[in-house]
């Protein structure tokens, strides 16, 4: 069982930055694939970004490549989104996944946060 926590969301106007984390529970972390999905309202969730156990590949959706960064620290037990160049677009509830990971669309997460809140205003 893997417990997540999100946090590090708030309001920040359009062309900030904001650096999400997520802090897993567990001694099995390491041997997760983590992903970062989010859901503006009315709208369905989606794909924002994922990255292997090891570290080694990371993957984006098209609509955040070049301004969002995902990393881990397996020593620390977290994940994290670093997001900048923020667009009215990024509002949304962010929510961290663990699963497995095999690259874009090729992904399955088991266990889900309950999300932090990002407001971008323009």
């Known amino acids: 069982q893997v417990q997540l926590v999100e946090s590090g969301g708030g309001l920040v106007q359009a062309g900030g930055s904001l650096r999400l984390s997520c802090a897993a529970s567990?001694?099995?972390?390491?041997?997760?694939?983590m992903g970062w999905f989010r859901q503006a309202p009315g709208k369905e969730r989606e794909f924002v970004a994922a990255i292997t156990w090891s570290g080694g590949m990371t993957y984006y959706a098209d609509s955040v490549k070049g301004r969002f960064t995902i990393s881990r620290d397996n020593a620390k037990n977290t994940v994290y989104l670093q997001m900048n160049s923020l667009k009215v677009d990024d509002t949304a509830v962010y929510y961290c996944?663990?699963?497995?990971?095999?690259?874009?669309?090729?992904?399955?997460?088991?266990?889900w946060g309950k999300g932090t809140l990002v407001t971008v205003s323009s």
């Open positions: 996944g663990a699963g497995w990971v095999a690259g874009i669309g090729e992904y399955g997460m088991n266990y």
């Open positions: 567990g001694r099995t972390f390491s041997s997760y694939g």
